[in-house]
Structures are given as structure tokens and as C-alpha cells.
């Protein structure tokens, strides 16, 4: 079979492949995810999405274990302010993501990295500029190397 | 514990092709052999159609013949088959929860273009798959009871068929509707489509009967304010907004309005889209239901100065029907099951200027002229202009507000049948030269193309061409004080001007204005365009995401009469089937607490939006009430000390689909 190359992942010079761990909430962005399936959209293949019932199940180690474990970048998706199916666990997931961020921050990890966003069930538009956005933002800052960035550690709090 | 088979696990690794739909983009082969390699996976296997019954049956063979006792389905969304193939583990004689299925289409290769990146996308999710199927429990479904009451929100035809059904299957039905007559849009027509048979006698008897059948509480002037709870256990709270005359004497003998201290109607009538008027008490049009008048404390004497002869009182005498008093009341009931049928808006033809609806008179819309025609109507069936003459010339202009980038993209669907009926009664009742102005006309369905055939030998003019402008300005004497259409007739490819004395503006469907509110009210879901949205466009178009509330008519998309009607008895046969089945299985993702872990804390209960945490306060520990808890996890993520688990999504699930994803394998 002929491969075409998407725009979307047209890959970078070096050949680096981002790899995405996605938790998407069951009821918006999963089916949003879904939708953008059946309206066949083509986005970028890196992100590997992880079913929650709701983003208020994300918990903060989902994240941390992902970066630690390889991923070079993590999304949470969710459904919009005020559309949760259970009334406010956005709200939680958002509250624990600001968090998280500053943690991350510390951790030398950059922002880029860890991405929330809203995508309700019929906005697979959405979806796939998230997925492409984040794919590419990821793919410029090149891979995590969270192991090269903790040797780094002691240095850093040295004082000197 | 242990994955990879240590602990016993034996897992049946199933790839589907869908047709082409998966095996097109993902190399199957390569990602069943794949599967075959990975810790645990006693069978790795490729079918062409998984969701068939061989597809299913060689699940079960499978089963029998390597005592798999884990199986991981490779195929489309969960949220499409999830269910079959729990079903065929359950058949083959494991635990339903022993199953679990990788999105491999909607995820994978109906997104993706590049073979390579999607077969290896495909392994990741499968190894993770199979990694995190290791840790499922046997799990039951839960079973809650479904009340056998049924709230239909919106009375008009949809939810007026909805209640019917329903109270005819001797359920009892709540309908609620927010107007003080239940009719909806088709009180309004004159005639349907393409029939030509009067919607008014084809409504107004069904109208009647949800008012006198005994299974049917109707509360008009009424809204929903809350809704609580989930399928077979919803509590609905809804509005009844005082109409000042009681429901429970009033026997619809109008003496009140007839009495009215204002002699004559002085108040735009919002039934007659203001082309009427109507006294501060009125009733809506004389086959209201229920035929109770309203008083309007807006334009009250009584309400505004308290100083009215209040010759309505006098009026109505010893039943004592009016009550200056009367307040809004509450009502809270329970329901199994909810039907939305709360229609559509017509299209704000203001929005439009260069068609000049509200600056030049006698540009009226299609639902203004629909009461013009309509025998019961401001002008008593006669179709004439605002200044009383009887228009001589008429265009109509189609697509106002539809198939239109800056307005609404969708067609309406009914437009083009509506204006060809307008067309014709207008013809039938003042014999005026009729112009249609179409981009596309669309007849599509039973009797719906005869129609227009009839039409083109009934001498109406077609003119191809969506309407540019509607002005005043008259190039030469035959055209002064005309309204002058302009627009490109696409077929002939000239600019024409084509002066009427009448211009009819086909105005489109669009979801009501405040959708939004009443979809969250639901805790439902809209497309793109504002309509509530369906569970799936083919396989449940009644069904929301939400189980236990279902759509019908208008509300989910543009539609004529006839499949408002069927989209309503499907809608009632859903929750029918609900009701009849007695209870409703739900899915066993509760949260629950490891007591000898717990910390007593308290960090959860203030957490849980359906207070099903409670603290036990002689152990000093949290107690989830498995019946309240609806599965979000969001305790789980709080718990600081882990003592919080989830079924179908323990901690441990997660963290090796997030190692399977990442290939630690």
C-alpha cells in the first residue's frame, strides 16, 4: 500500500516521534475523539488515549507516572465548565492541573508538556487541533530525557 | 500481584478487521502476531467481522478450547460494542468484566493515513490492553428499579404523540409545557403538507385528548428547574408560573375575557406573532388546552394600578376562577425516564437586513403567513396586507436563514415543502401571481415531488436564485410602491427585478435560543450546530448519551410533521421498554473504601457532587453508598492515602495501560 505523509506528522528532521499519553474523559472528549473517527479526520498518531470515566479521575500520579515511565508529553481532556456529567469533576481535574503544572515547572519539565483542554462531544475540530498542536509543540522541544534532567537535580540545589 | 500470566491470566487477543475500515490502515496481521507475543496471551487472533456471530462464537470456541480466562477485542469505539462483547465473554462463561476492548477504528484508523504509525499506535493500545486486562475483578452490574412514570418536556406535536403513547400503555405521563396551551408550532399552520389536510383538525383532537386522558398531567405554563438523579430515578422539580386564573373552576366559558373592562383588544397577541391583539386576559386561540384563560399582569389594570372595576371577577361570579393572588408554585415529582420534545426557534429574519423584515411592512415571514391563511387567524383566513389591500403579486424567497455560511449552514429540510404549500393557498385565496426564488428545491419524501409537480402546472413562477435584496427603489412608474425582489437568475445567468406587492420570507428551524440551558439541565449533549445531540445518527436517534432521556421532533434536528411523529412513538417506545423491563442494569464502576486503609480524613465526602460519602463517625471512616455513587472517580484521585478504589478503573488498571501505552512491556 502506498503511504501518504500527513501533514499532520510530517516528523522532524532528526526523526523524533513524540510519544502522548491522552486521559480522556468518557463522555466529551472521548467521544469527541470517537466523532472525529466516524467524520474522518486524520491528526497526528502520537497521542495514546486512556479512557477516565471523568477528568476528576485523573490523578496527579497518572500524569507523573506517565512522564516517568517515557511519555514525552501528557493531555487531559475534558468536558467544558459547567458540562461535567458529574456536575464538577472538571472543576477538580482543573484544579489539581494548576497544580501539577507548578510541580512539573520544578521538575524541569516544560509547560508545553502538560496540556488541559476543553473538547466537548461534537467538537472533533477541536480534537484534532489539540492532538496536532501538542504533537508539534512536543516535537520542537524535542524528547524529555527525564533521566538526563534529574542528574541535573543535585547541582540545581546546590547552593553555591 | 503480578501481569504477564504469572498470576494465571490466559488471554484471548482478538483483531478485527472491520471490512476494510480497520484492516485497510492497520497492518492486522502483523498487530495479531504482535499479540501473540506478549506476556500472558495464550491466543492472538484476526477475524474479518469480530462483532459478527462467528466473530463472536470464535471467542467462545477459543475459550473452551485454551481455558482463556481474559479476552481483549480489538476493534471499534467501546461505547459501540462494548456490550457484545461482554455478552460473548459472559456466554462463553466468564465474568463480562473479564473483556476488554482497544479502539482500533474510531481511534486509530479512520484518523490516521500512515500504515506504519497506525499499526504501531494499534500495538501500543493492545499491549496496554492486555497488560491492564490482568487486573480486572469479576464484576455484577448493578439493577435499580425503573419508576414507571414519564416526564415529557414540550407540548407540541412531538410531546403530545410522546404522551399519548405512553399514557395509552397506561403509564403515567408529566407533560410539561411553558406556554399556556400545549400545540406548539402546528396550532399555528393552516394546512400541512403535502396533503393540504388542516393542521388544526388533525392536531386539536389529540389536543383534547392528553387533556382528558386519565393517565396525563398537564402542566402548561410550567418549566423545569432542576432534574436530579439517573435513569429509572430521576426528580424532576419543576415551575408553574401563576396564570392568575385557576385551573381547577375554570370551565372555559370566556365570559372573563368578554367582560374585560377593555372593550376592545388592545395588546399584540404573541399566538398571531403580533398581528393580532388580544385583551390583558386572553386565551391563546379558541382551541387552547387547556382552555383556561391568562391574565398578562404586564398590561393588567388590576396588576399595574390595583384600581380595575375587575369586571372579570363579576364575571365569572360564584366560581370565583380569577385570583389576583395567585403565586408561582413548585412541583416535584419522580420519573423514570424524561422524553425532550422542546421543538425549535424560527429564524430571526432581522438578522438579515437586505430582505428589510421590520422596516418595510409588508415583508412577512412564512409563520406570519401561515396565521394570515389560517381561518382562525388576526385576519379571519383572508390574506392581506398590512394596509388592507389583497396583494396581486407575491415572492417568496427560500432559504432564509439556512444553507447559508453567515447565518446557519444546515437546510431546514421543511422550507421548500412549506413555501410550496404558502404558494399554493395564497394562489387558492387571492389568485396573486406567485414567485418562488430557490437555490435548490428539495422534495424528498412521500408525495412531497407530485407536490411540486402540481405546483409548476398550477402556474406558480420558479425563478432559480437565492433572493440578494428586497428594496423600494423604483426604476420606472410600474414599479412604484412595489417591493423590489432582486436576484440572479441562475438559470437564465441575468441580474432580474421582480416587483411584488408581497414578499414571503421562507424563514428556517433553529434550536431555541436558550438549547444550551435546557441541555444542561438534562445533562445532555449538542452537536456542533446547537441541536441536542443523539446518541448515534443511525442505530439511536432517540437516545441521548444520558440513559433514561430521549428525544423527539425538532429538538434534535430539523423535521417535518410525519417524522416528528415516528421520532416521538420511537421515543416512547424506548422508555417503554424501559419501564417494561422493570429495572435497568447499570455499569459496576463505583468507587468503594478499603476501611483498613482509610485515614478518616474527611477529604472525600466534601468532594462527591452526589453526597455518597458518608463518614462513619465511631470508626472514623468513609463509607461510599454504592447506590448513590454514579462511578466519576473523582475521590479516588483525591484520596491521599489509596483507600479509595474504582471498579473498571482501579489504580493499578490505569497505571499499566499507561506502561502498556509507553511499551514497558
Known amino acids: 500500500m502506498p503511504e501518504k505523509k500527513p501533514e499532520s506528522s510530517s516528523g522532524s528532521p532528526n526523526g523524533f516521534e513524540p510519544k502522548i499519553v491522552a486521559f480522556f474523559c468518557n463522555w466529551c472528549t472521548y467521544l469527541a475523539a470517537d466523532l472525529a473517527g466516524t467524520s474522518r479526520m486524520k491528526y497526528a498518531p502520537n497521542v495514546r488515549v486512556i479512557r477516565v470515566m471523568c477528568s476528576g479521575r485523573i490523578d496527579p500520579q497518572f500524569v507523573l507516572d506517565a512522564f516517568a515511565k517515557g511519555a514525552d508529553g501528557v493531555l487531559i481532556g475534558g468536558c467544558h465548565p459547567g458540562d461535567c456529567h458529574y456536575q464538577e469533576g472538571n472543576y477538580k481535574a482543573l484544579r489539581r492541573y494548576r497544580l501539577l503544572k507548578r510541580v512539573l515547572r520544578e521538575m524541569g519539565i516544560e509547560e508545553e508538556r502538560f496540556h488541559l483542554e476543553w473538547i466537548s462531544a461534537s467538537e472533533a475540530d477541536r480534537l484534532k487541533s489539540t492532538v496536532n498542536n501538542m504533537v508539534e509543540k512536543v516535537r520542537t522541544l524535542g524528547p524529555l530525557r527525564l533521566e538526563t534532567k534529574s542528574e541535573l537535580f543535585p547541582e540545581e540545589v546546590t547552593v553555591s | ?665
Open chain 2, 1 to 665: 500481584m503480578n501481569a504477564s500470566g504469572k498470576n494465571g491470566t490466559r488471554v484471548g487477543v482478538y483483531v478485527c478487521h472491520c471490512g476494510s475500515n480497520i484492516a485497510g490502515i492497520v497492518d492486522v496481521k502483523s498487530l495479531a502476531e504482535f499479540g501473540a507475543t506478549l506476556p500472558g496471551v495464550v491466543v492472538s487472533r484476526e477475524y474479518k467481522y469480530m462483532c459478527s456471530d462467528p466473530g463472536q462464537e470464535l471467542i467462545q470456541q477459543d475459550v473452551r478450547d485454551h481455558q482463556l480466562n481474559r479476552i481483549v477485542v480489538a476493534s471499534c469505539s467501546p461505547l459501540l460494542h462494548e456490550q457484545t462483547f461482554r455478552t460473548a465473554t459472559a456466554k462463553a462463561g466468564l465474568n463480562p468484566f473479564y473483556c476488554h476492548m482497544v479502539n482500533i477504528r474510531e481511534h486509530d484508523s479512520w484518523v490516521h493515513e500512515e500504515r506504519q504509525a497506525a499499526t504501531e499506535k494499534a500495538k501500543d493500545l493492545v499491549r496496554a490492553a492486555v497488560r491492564r486486562v490482568a487486573f480486572h475483578k469479576p464484576l455484577e452490574k448493578r439493577q435499580v428499579p425503573i419508576h414507571p412514570d414519564v416526564l415529557v418536556v414540550g407540548g407540541g406535536i412531538a410531546g403530545i404523540h410522546a404522551a399519548l403513547t405512553l399514557a395509552n400503555a397506561r403509564k403515567h405521563v408529566y407533560l410539561v409545557e411553558r406556554e399556556p396551551t400545549i400545540g406548539g408550532h402546528m396550532a399555528k399552520f393552516d394546512k400541512t403538507f403535502p396533503t393540504l389536510d388542516c393542521a388544526a383538525c388533525i392536531l386539536t383532537p389529540k389536543m383534547t385528548a392528553v387533556k382528558r386522558h386519565p393517565n396525563i398531567t398537564l402542566w402548561t405554563y410550567s418549566e423545569v428547574t432542576q432534574v436530579d438523579g439517573y435513569v429509572g430515578n430521576f426528580k424532576v422539580t419543576v415551575k408553574r408560573k401563576p396564570r392568575y386564573v385557576s385551573e381547577d373552576v375554570c370551565i372555559g366559558c370566556m365570559e372573563c375575557i368578554e367582560a374585560c373592562v377593555y372593550k376592545q383588544a388592545k395588546y399584540p397577541d404573541e399566538f398571531n406573532l403580533g398581528l393580532g391583539k388580544r385583551k390583558p386576559i386572553y386565551i391563546p386561540f379558541p382551541q387552547a388546552v387547556p382552555p383556561v384563560p391568562v391574565i398578562d399582569p404586564e398590561t393588567c389594570i388590576e396588576f399595574k394600578s390595583g384600581k380595575c372595576k375587575k369586571t372579570c371577577v363579576e364575571a365569572c361570579g360564584e366560581r370565583k376562577g380569577i385570583n389576583f393572588k395567585q403565586v408561582e408554585s413548585i412541583e416535584t415529582i419522580e420519573v423514570g425516564n424524561i422524553v425532550l420534545a422542546t421543538g425549535f426557534q424560527v429564524f430571526d429574519a432581522r438578522r438579515l437586513p437586505y430582505y428589510g423584515y421590520g422596516k418595510h411592512p409588508n415583508v412577512y415571514t412564512s409563520l406570519e403567513v401561515e396565521r394570515l391563511i389560517n381561518a382562525s387567524g388576526p385576519t379571519a383566513g383572508e390574506v392581506i396586507l398590512r394596509d388592507g389591500r389583497k396583494p396581486k403579486t407575491v415572492g417568496i424567497l427560500h432559504c432564509v436563514g439556512s444553507r447559508d455560511e453567515n447565518t446557519n449552514r444546515w437546510c431546514s429540510r421543511v422550507c421548500c415543502m412549506y413555501s410550496l404549500k404558502l404558494a399554493h393557498l395564497i394562489k387558492e385565496h387571492t389568485g396573486a401571481e406567485v414567485f418562488n426564488f430557490y437555490i435548490d428545491i428539495r422534495t424528498p419524501g412521500k408525495g412531497f415531488e407530485e407536490f411540486y409537480q402540481r405546483l409548476l402546472k398550477e402556474g406558480v413562477h420558479f425563478i432559480r436564485g437565492k433572493g440578494a435584496e428586497v428594496n423600494t427603489w423604483p426604476l420606472d412608474p410600474s414599479e412604484e410602491g412595489k417591493l423590489i425582489i432582486r436576484v440572479e437568475d441562475t438559470l437564465i445567468g441575468r441580474i432580474r427585478r421582480i416587483p411584488v406587492d408581497m414578499v414571503v420570507l421562507a424563514v428556517g428551524l433553529e434550536p431555541h435560543v436558550d438549547a444550551q440551558d435546557v441541555r444542561r439541565l438534562f445533562n445532555i449533549s449538542c452537536s456542533q450546530d446547537g441541536w441536542f445531540l443523539e446518541r448515534h445518527p443511525k442505530l439511536a436517534p432517540v437516545n441521548t448519551f444520558t440513559d433514561g432521556i430521549f428525544l423527539a421532533g425538532c429538538c434534535q434536528g430539523p423535521k417535518d410533521i410525519p417524522d416528528t411523529v415516528a421520532q416521538a412513538g420511537a421515543a416512547a417506545s424506548e422508555a417503554l421498554a424501559l419501564i417494561d423491563a422493570k429495572f435497568v442494569e447499570l455499569e459496576p464502576n463505583t468507587a468503594y473504601v478499603l476501611e483498613e486503609v482509610c485515614s478518616g480524613c474527611k477529604t472525600c465526602v466534601a468532594l462527591c457532587p452526589y453526597s455518597a460519602i458518608s463518614f462513619l463517625e465511631d470508626k472514623k471512616k468513609a463509607l461510599i453508598n454504592e447506590a448513590l455513587c454514579k462511578g466519576c472517580g473523582t475521590c479516588v484521585a483525591a484520596c491521599p492515602s489509596g483507600s479509595i478504589r474504582q471498579n473498571l478503573f482501579e489504580d493499578e488498571e490505569i497505571f499499566e495501560e499507561i506502561k502498556g501505552v509507553l511499551a514497558y512491556a
